[in-house]
Every structure is written in structure tokens, then in C-alpha cells.
């Protein structure tokens, strides 16, 4: 599903540059659940932002179900976005004035899905997160566990090939966090590929695989036990 | 079609309303623009319309000649000689310039603006009394307050009867008396009453107490001959009244033996100066009304970019929350420039609804008046749509300095921005 080969990223800093991933080799199948780890400063984020799209590497491979991502311009990069990746960020980005319903219908909007259409398939993805009877709801009249929910229900709105989770859990409280990545599992567990980056070890050993990430390499990579999540709601 | 794309409306009308204080403030520079613009253009437009009607019954395209004394010797002719026309000058004149449309010779009785005591029952006033033709009507148009003017027949009878201001009927007349029908007197001649005529307001060339009677029935009765004292003159549209002067002087000149330098020995008048002037005085006034406005507009509009880039700072996370979920920057872009329009079209048909009001009552406290040039002062369809358009156009242009800007930000810096 990913695959990436010996990418490299530097960002000028001033009159120095700041090399922040040197030469990451990185695959992931389809249906895995990965946490990336790393202190700060070892580039995860960056990783992320790579594979989000967001950002360009300054070399290497990046292949996406087989689709090579490279020298994309930003209407291509949006429209990739869109159609491979779901997004969940740490800090929810839910747009304030808009229902949780009308949240998770945003990407089909971008996908020019039909209005009435739109609705249903984000009614659907909400009662997937248990938040059906919340759909007309303000982010503001959401605890950070149902937002974190409804972002959630967002990101797999678009029916993505991956979900990339950016520190999930980090505004959340442990229970509210375990919540998350009960429904995180449950998702996986329909098949669909989740990278999740996080420093939690906890959150890290409920994914099935873990990748540290130190200085801009990866130090580990390693298969694990997954731990379910259910058992601490 | 993006236009009726409900979700991009419920967007825009989301953030403006968001803080409808802010974008209140933002649009009084388009409203107080719009305001001034319309203001302008209608006071402009009223202005050249009051001069219309100030005109109103002058023909544009005419002018008037008569004779005066000569300032050169020639022919053994000595200066100072005075030059009187004859009616046969008329038909010659006319016969050689085809572009005149009108000629009506007049005479008039004793001195240029020189006055005749006209009598009736007792009562007396000094007059201009003029011999003239129908067609004198056609270049300075009299209101007729009762009655008709002088006819064909009136001049092929050679009809005892004349047309008299509304200054000369006061002084002859009880007020209320009836005046068609009764005769007055003039050096000793009765003539019928057949019409009362008001003054054209501000341009007046008989002047108020004159009295008019048939060309043909002031020479017999005042045995003037085939005198001719001066002559109206209209020219044919798209004829230059200045080459048609200047030929007739020439004819004139050749005629009567006047030296042709003598500047001063045929008297001529050119109304379509005057008009000319004064339509290029509305004309400079409604450019540079539309000049300013224009200009004002544009600060309003520069205002509605301003507010907007101020918006797309605070909104720079949910634009790259909206960009990574897949907005393409054309998407972007286009909701902030249609908002940049929105609130331009808004605010500028709020200040040309305000306008409008503002001239309506100026029309309704001077436009009737006659004193005061001023009449119907109000934008064309055609401005308001040409103001309009330019408008929305400064608009785009304008809205595209914010829309860009959101663009610029990528958005992996929106998404870190907290």
C-alpha cells in the first residue's frame, strides 16, 4: 500500500540546513496498523506530512497503491489528498461552524459528491463512531472524545485508501484516549490502513507494528502483540 | 454549476455573518462610495438636463445676423455706413446655402431694442413690436399661454392681427380680461388679438413685452417696404453653424459692397456656441463625477480586500484543514473572491438604493422649479449598469490580492499555525 524508499528531507534553517529525515525506507501492506514513534525533533512529523502530501520530499521514492507521488502541484496534490488519504489531527481541526454532520460530509463536498448523497454517506460514517444522534451538533457542544470521533468519521468520509492519525490521542485523557483507539481498531479491523504517529507507549503498543524513528532513520521496526483497547473502556 | 452550488453560499453568508459588525464597517466604504458616485452622476445628469430644459424651444443649430454700420472704406463707400437688408437678401441667401433648414426674416419697428407705444382703451405699453414669419417659431419656440401663434395665412392676407407677451397683456389688460379677440393699437394701426405667449425661461431674445404681428402686415401698415431688419437662421443637422455664418457673410459682404475685412458691418449671433459650451461643461462635469466616483470606489473596494486579508489570516488553519481534506486552491480561491463580490454588490446596491432616495427628494424640492437648473436629476440604466459592472470587476481584481494570499500558505504551515 506504502512504500517508500530512502527519502530524504531538509529544511533550510537560516544559512543552515536542518536535515531532518536521512534516507527513510519504509512499506506498509494494506490493512496494517502502524505507529510510528519518535522523541521530538526524530522527524515523524515531517514523515507524516510526506505521506499526507503535505509537504514534498527532497528525494526518494513515495508510491501509493502503486501510484507514484512525485513534483505534484497543489490542485493535484489536494485532489490525491482527497482521494487516498484520510486525515485525523491531534488538535481535532473540526470547522467551528459547521455541524459534525456537515464535518464529515466535507470531503465528498470536495469530491463534488451530490448534496443529499453527501449527507447520507456522513450520517452513515457518524453512527459507525456512535455519534449518530449528534449529527446536528456544533464542535463546541462536543466533548475532545467525541470531536476526536467526529474527526474520525471525517477522515473515513472519503472512503481513503489510508487514514493517517497524527498524535490522536494527545489532547485526550487516558480513558477518552482509549476510546479512540478502540474505534481506531475497529476500523482497522474492517481492513483498512492506519499509520498512527504518537509518543505514547501505550497508544503505540495498540497498533500491530511499531517504527522508531530517532535523528531522522529508523532504528526499529518491529511486529507486536497488539493490546485491545476495549478492555480499559 | 459553482454559482448555485448551495454549500458555497451557505459558506460565504457563514462568514460574513460570522461577524457582522466587522463586515458592516467593511462595506460603509463601498456603500458611502456608491453614494458619492450615484450622487454625482445624478447631480451631473440633473444639471445637463436643467440646461435642456433652460434651452428647451431654441433650436441648437441656429443662428441670427443683422446689419450694422460698416468700419472700412470701400468701393468709395465711406465708413460708418449703415447697412440695411432687404427681403429679397432672404430668398438669395437661401437659395445659395442649401443646408439652411430655416430663415425667417423679421423687422422691426423703429430702433434695435427700441420700444413702440402700443395703446388699448386708455391704457399704454412701451413694446418691441416685430414684423415676422411663422417660421420664427421653429428657432425660438414661444409657450403660448392661450391663443396660437402667427400662420401662413395670417402673412398671404396680410391679416391685421398679432401674438402678445404676457408682460405687454398685463399692461394693456385687467387681469382676467379676456384678450383674444380685441384689438390694440399701434401708430395708429388696430390689430386683433390671436395669442398670449410666457417668455421662454432664461433664454429670451424678444424679450418679455413684445408684440409680433405678420411680416407682410407690418409692411403696409408701417410702409416699410422691402426692408428687412434681421434674420433667424437654423441650419441643417450636422451642419457647422460657423461655415454657414461665414458664407452668408460673404454673400452679404459682396452685396452691399462691405470691405471683406470689415469685421463689425454684419452683426451675427451663434446660438450652437452656447451649446456647445455648455454641453461640453455637462459632458467635463459627468467624467470627472464619474472619475471621482470611480476612484472612491475603488478605496471602498481596496477597504473590502483589506478586511479580507485580515479574514484569511484568522482563517488560515481552517483553510488548511479544508486543503488537506482535498480543497483544490482554485476552490480556495474562488470562495474568497465571491465573497469579495458579495460584499461589494451588497454594499454598493445598499448605497445606490440610498442614493437613489436622496435624488429623488432633490428632484422633488428643485427639480420643478425654473430658477434653478436642475431637473430629473438620476442615473441612466446604462450608468448604473457601466458603474455596477466596474464595480464587481474592481471587486475580482481586488479579492484576488486575499485569495492568493490564502493559497500562498501551504498547508502544512496553516495546519501548525495555532
Known sequence: MIEIKDLHKSYKMGSNSLHVLKGINFTAEEGELVAIMGSSGSGKSTLLNILGMLDGADSGEYNLDNVPIKDLNETKAAQYRNKFLGFIFQSFNLINYKSALENVALPLYYQKVNRKVRQEKALKYLEQVGLKDWATHLPSELSGGQKQRVAIARAMAAEPKVLLADEPTGALDSTTSYEVMDLIQKINDAGNTILVVTHEEDIAHMCKRIVHLKDGVIVEDKKIEQVRAAQYV | ?418
Open chain 2, 1 to 418: 454549476m459553482w454559482l448555485f452550488d448551495k454549500d458555497l453560499w451557505v459558506e460565504i453568508f457563514h462568514t460574513l455573518g460570522q461577524n457582522l459588525f466587522r463586515t458592516f464597517l467593511t462595506m460603509l466604504g463601498v456603500i458611502f462610495a456608491m453614494i458619492i458616485l450615484v450622487l454625482l452622476l445624478g447631480s451631473s445628469n440633473g444639471m445637463s438636463n436643467g440646461f435642456n430644459k433652460v434651452f428647451a424651444g431654441t433650436a441648437s443649430n441656429s443662428l441670427f445676423v443683422w446689419g450694422q454700420s460698416t468700419s472700412e472704406p470701400y468701393k468709395g463707400f465711406e465708413r460708418g455706413r449703415r447697412i440695411r437688408y432687404k427681403i429679397e437678401d432672404a430668398e438669395l441667401i437661401k437659395k445659395q446655402i442649401p443646408e439652411i433648414e430655416v430663415l425667417a426674416p423679421r423687422i422691426e419697428l423703429g430702433n434695435y431694442r427700441g420700444t413702440t407705444t402700443v395703446y388699448r382703451n386708455g391704457q399704454t405699453s412701451g413694446s418691441a413690436v416685430y414684423g415676422d414669419y411663422p417660421e420664427i417659431d421653429n428657432i425660438t419656440k414661444k409657450r403660448l399661454v392661450e391663443g396660437r401663434f402667427l400662420n401662413q395665412t395670417d402673412i398671404d392676407d396680410s391679416k391685421k392681427v398679432c401674438v402678445i407677451g404676457e408682460e405687454t397683456y398685463k399692461l394693456l389688460f385687467e387681469k382676467g380680461e379676456k384678450a383674444i379677440g380685441q384689438d390694440i393699437r399701434i401708430n395708429g394701426v388696430f390689430f386683433s388679438v390671436v395669442g398670449i405667449f410666457k417668455p421662454n425661461n432664461n433664454i429670451n431674445i424678444d424679450g418679455e413685452n413684445a408684440v409680433f404681428i405678420p411680416f407682410t402686415t407690418f409692411q403696409k401698415a408701417f410702409n416699410s417696404g422691402d426692408r428687412m431688419g434681421w434674420m433667424a437662421i437654423a441650419v441643417e443637422p450636422g451642419t457647422k453653424v460657423v461655415v454657414v455664418e461665414k458664407e452668408i457673410k460673404e454673400i452679404l459682404k459682396k452685396k452691399y459692397d462691405i470691405h471683406p475685412k470689415d469685421e463689425r458691418a454684419i452683426g451675427s449671433f451663434d446660438m450652437s456656441e452656447i451649446f456647445n459650451n455648455i454641453t461640453a461643461f455637462t459632458t467635463v462635469l459627468k467624467g470627472f463625477s464619474f472619475f471621482v466616483g470611480i476612484f472612491t470606489l475603488l478605496a471602498g473596494v481596496i477597504a473590502i480586500s483589506n478586511i479580507l486579508l485580515i479574514t484569511v489570516k484568522e482563517r488560515t488553519k481552517e483553510i488548511g484543514v479544508r486543503r488537506a481534506l482535498g480543497a483544490t486552491p482554485k476552490v480556495v480561491k474562488r470562495q474568497i473572491v465571491v465573497e469579495a463580490i458579495v460584499l461589494t454588490a451588497f454594499a454598493g446596491l445598499i448605497g445606490f438604493a440610498i442614493a437613489v432616495g436622496f435624488l429623488a427628494i432633490a428632484d422633488s424640492l428643485w427639480g420643478s422649479g425654473d430658477e434653478f437648473p436642475f431637473v430629473k436629476p438620476m442615473v441612466s440604466v446604462p450608468q448604473f449598469i457601466i458603474s455596477f459592472l466596474l464595480m464587481v470587476g474592481l471587486s475580482v481584481l481586488i479579492g484576488l490580492i486575499p485569495a492568493n494570499r490564502a493559497i500562498k500558505v501551504r498547508p502544512i504551515e496553516a495546519l501548525r499555525e495555532e
